[in-house]
């Protein structure tokens, strides 16, 4: 008997974190210290709100069906924003609006592979990518990476073979926080385009990035043959309920992706594209300000390390809103994720959940998401991880 889709993979983690918490009671004095996940819990600011209860009230566009590959207006702002920021030459013609990053991904694996085919992930991976190529019967092929987590296009080069479709990167890193230096992602786009595969790369992250300037080149001159660009609003503007990511490429994959969105959505969110295009229009200075307190709480972790460098923990990576961790105890991450939960008052994943199950690295990492953790509740989780002695 076959299998259904959602079988062939494992379940959401961090919907399995979350379980974790039931029953689970914390002494007065030792609030959870909630790690777990990369979203921001706070409201879009009250100026976005305020704009997005005006459009409610008097845009009847916002409640109707709009167009699949999204609305005009901020198709050709993103064009015009990442052509402005990357040096590049984009039209709006090459950008998309889809229902979430997460969306734009499996949309971009839609119109590259079939059945069987293969995708190159470094790991440790965005599990979410890892799901929706089980789930579309692709083969996800593992990129090793180093100390530093920065994957080699050398290596992958190894890798790729007759049903290879995409090597697809996440820079900011998920979940290990690095930044892929810009010759690192040229390295890559010269090796897909010599193999004639795609590049997908997520920069979900990219308005955290702690470099001044453009990450990467790749905009510059013709690069739709190669690159296909993900993006996500969520992030920058806390619209996560609202799930509006962009996916930029060449018109003709955009038409293949069309017929993947008209059937699965039909249209993005209306009310959060005329938000995330305000936002892309007057909340520059605001959104600065977003970037300088996680770059405050990416320098706070590594103001607090040290303490746990003193009891054999390592620092693997540290960026965007991820640091990863190595810990020093003789038992795996499976177990002592939801020990900490219990013990220490901390939810965090494990970094199992970050690569395949045959890979035993994942037993001896963690990942620490803090964009909702300020400097005081770094310094405490710092402090809780040194005491423990599982």
Known sequence: MSRSRTSLTFPPPVMEARRWLDGVTHPEGRALLNVSQAAPLDAPPERMRAEMARIVMEDAGAHLYGPVLGLPDLRAEVAAQWSGAYGGRIRADQVAITSGCNQAFAAAISTLCGEDDEVILPVPYYFNHAMWLDMSGVRTVPLQTGPDLLPQAAEAAKLVTGRTRAIALVSPNNPGGVEYPAQTLTDFRDLCRSRGIALILDETYRDFDARDGAPHDLFAGDWDDTLIQLYSFSKAYRLTGHRVGAIAASPARLAEVEKFLDTVTICPNQLGQRAALWGMRNLGPWLAGERQEILDRRAAIMDHFPKLAEKGWQLRGCGAYFAYLRHPFDMSSAVLAP???????????????????????????IRIAFANVDRPAIAELFDRLALIAP
């Open 339 to 365: 020990w900490l939960v219990k013990n220490a008052g901390i939810l965090c994943l494990p970094g199992t959940m970050f690569r395949p199950a045959s890979d035993p690295l994942g037993a001896s990492e």
